[in-house]
């Protein structure tokens, strides 16, 4: 089956640089995709990590000034994934996070590092890679967040008349800098207008990837809602809401072969709930959690997550002893706000035995947690799609999430009705509210109590599509769409 082309562009991919679900979408997409037709190729910046797990990577473009900065463009392949690596050590060579300084801080010149990543995806949209017949060319560029946002500028400074697609993981981040940098960043002046990337007199990468891309997505359909209303568009809802036309909200999916309880490598294999037993007791005793009495009679509940205001995560603590209280456990890796940490922090040294944290992020134990845990919480205050719920579901671990975003579209919650039905698959509560978030730990821990009917909600989990079979052929239909069909009017 010939493949037809489509270039992404993002900061991150999974397995190769990681700090959020973005870059496990980047990294499941192309398999997915290739599966409906579609073959992909993502340019990713050539940070440390990234150039090191790379074997035989060639230089196919050399870029000598791109936006001041010497550069050059690396194909390499990395199991599945076909990579384009921008490869520029002034601007990526530096260890840590791709976007904080080790203080913790933006790195001042984010706006030129992403910058020169949007500027290499439109020259690569323009003139391709190769020559003659085997030049390769994208018919539809695939955009990825704020980081990816201005190609659609790019482009059109170029001459490169692909339809871009951009894809909104979070609208809380803009990508916003100084009008004053227009010219480091080779921006024209003439779009920075309300209509193009002006934002309150900064420029904005967002708004300018919402204005220019032919079409927009969002990963769920319940976000693509949300971003039209004031508490959640963060500024842009008008601009989104001028856009609805051009706005798809196509549910995120995961990759099922790495997550998949029958086969991790980092857990003991299991197939029913039943199978969980052994890594609950192993995952127990790597927190430092009870192992028996009244302290470890009620779920042993965990929490997979960015330390940030938007997690819920000081909710949690209000709400903490509604679990403790009744037996409840609690398992959590995270990092990010540091008072956040040292409150989790104090939150173990008060309730050991009950609570045990890890600051930090670790990919081998994420999947233990997973394995071992009764229950997954992610009280976020707004969540665009999320994807802890999801590795829950698949490993039986029962979601208790907020009623937001794509944790609405992918939990089904264990009311009266759902019950009855046997359909439930997890506990739904109200965002932003701690007594809402208590009422449902006290309803986890109730449901917990029966045996028999939890084993069955986790089983129902275990079930319940968590893959791209349902989005990737969503995303086909508007590949082809775009990539056929002309550009309509404004």
Partial sequence: MRMRPVLAVASECAPLVKTGGLADVVGALPQAMA??????????PGYPAVLAALSGARVVQEFPALLGQPARLLAARHGALDLLVLDAPALYARDGSPYLTPAGRDWPDNDLRFAALCRAGALIARDGIGKGKSRWRPEV?????????????????LGA???????????????????????????PEAEFTLDGFEYYGHISALKAGIAGARALSTVSPTYAQELTRPEFGMGL????????????????GIDTGVWNPATDPAITPYTTPPGK??????????????????????????????????????LLLDALPALTRRGGQLAMLGS??????????????????AVGVRIGYDEGLAHRMFAGGDAVLVPSRFEPCGLTQLYGLRYGTLPVVARTGGLADTVIHANAAALAAGVATGITHRP??????????????????DRRLY???????????????????????????????????R
């Avoid at 037709?37 to 990713?44: E, K, M, P, V, Y």
């Avoid at 601009?239 to 549910?251: D, E, K, M, N, Q």
């Avoid at 509210?433 to 208590?438: I, K, V, Y």
Wanted: charged share 20%; with cysteine.
């Fill in 336 to 353: 990010g706000d540091r008072k956040l940490e040292n409150a989790w922090l104090q939150a173990a040294r008060d309730n050991p035995g």
């Fill in 237 to 252: 809802e008008g601009v989104i809401r001028a856009r609805t036309s051009a706005l798809h909200g196509i549910l995120n």
């Fill in 432 to 449: 932003d509210d701690a007594p809402a978030l208590e009422f449902a730990l006290a309803q986890l821990c109730a449901l917990h109590d």
């Fill in 161 to 187: 008349g692909q339809p871009c697609i951009l894809t909104i993981h979070n609208i809380a981040f803009h990508g916003l800098t100084a009008h004053t940098r227009l010219a480091a960043l080779d921006l």
């Fill in 141 to 157: 560029v695939h955009l990825h967040d704020w980081q990816a946002a201005l190609v659609p500028v790019y482009m059109r400074a």
């Fill in 35 to 44: 599966a409906q037709g579609w073959g992909i190729r993502t340019l990713i």
């Fill in 455 to 489: 084993t069955r909600l986790q089983r129902n989990a275990m079930k319940h599509p968590v893959g791209w079979e349902a989005s990737a052929p969503r995303y086909a239909a508007l590949y082809t769409r775009l990539a056929d069909q002309p550009e309509p009017p």
């Fill in 277 to 314: 037993a052994a890594n609950k007791r192993a995952l127990r005793t790597e927190f430092g959690l009870a192992t028996r009495g009244a302290a470890a009679r009620g779920p042993l509940c965990i929490v997979v997550a960015r330390m940030s205001d938007q997690k819920g995560l000081d």
